[in-house]
């Protein structure tokens, strides 16, 4: 258990339907991240808040929106997926950008 | 562009023997850390390297950092099974890079 919490655990979607994950954290992190990771990639690092403000979005189709709230919640809003947006999401923070990041369990998509 | 490349990507090992997984990149960075993700399982932080000749260990585990040559390793020691594993190295100058993981199996 790593403080990070991500629900749901598991998500099977339609190309035509919205989603959303969610990322809580309350480690007192400044700093979180989407990453995804697929089966034949490197894990890919997709979208960074620091202090809740964007600070990187990795060319990451606009069909991927984050939303950051508060410094404590990380949200991914999906919708119009394809089938090869089926992956493993991983949310982490860190204290802040220079340290290391605690994974959550990360929510297995697959879109159908 | 940062690139992180980890080798070998897939390890058999047994039980009692040592090893060591090479992290190479290929900018400046001063950021390297180690992670272990068992299957089905999220990463889980074992080192954070924040300088050049930085060297911890935990365990059975190793982990050292040259800056210069921009090179990682993580040395494991009389290999059990409980460590079967894949291990990720991840770079960070303000672009984080993981490598592709090396996939280690031991076997009794």
């Known amino acids: 258990e790593t403080g990070v919490t991500q629900t749901p655990r598991h998500l099977v979607m339609g190309m035509t339907n919205k989603k959303s994950l969610k990322c809580e954290q309350h480690l007192g992190h400044n700093a979180m991240y989407w990453y995804k990771q697929s089966a034949k990639k490197p894990l890919e690092l997709m979208f960074v808040y620091n202090f809740k403000e964007q600070t990187e979005n990795n060319s990451v189709p606009s069909r991927f929106s984050p939303e950051c709230p508060n410094s404590s919640h990380l949200f991914l809003h999906l919708h119009t997926l394809q089938p090869e947006d089926s992956a493993l999401y991983l949310c982490?923070?860190?204290?802040?950008?220079?340290?290391?990041?605690?994974f959550g369990q990360g929510t297995r998509l697959t879109v159908v | 562009e940062l690139k992180v490349e980890q080798n070998p990507l897939f390890l058999s090992m047994q039980e009692g023997k040592n090893y060591t997984i090479y992290c190479n990149y290929s900018?400046?960075?001063?950021?390297l850390y180690w992670y272990r993700q068992d299957p089905g399982k999220s990463l889980e932080s074992l080192f954070v390297l924040l300088s050049n000749g930085a060297v911890k260990q935990e365990g059975r585990l190793m982990a050292s950092l040259d800056t210069k040559a921009r090179l990682s390793t993580l040395h494991i020691t009389a290999a059990v099974h409980d460590l079967s594993a894949t291990y990720f190295c991840?770079?960070?100058?303000?672009?984080?890079?993981f490598g592709a993981g090396t996939r280690l199996t031991v076997k009794p």
């Open positions: 900018t400046t960075s001063d950021r």
């Open positions: 991840a770079v960070d100058n303000n672009d984080m890079r």
């Open positions: 982490a923070s860190s204290r802040d950008r220079t340290r290391e990041a605690f």
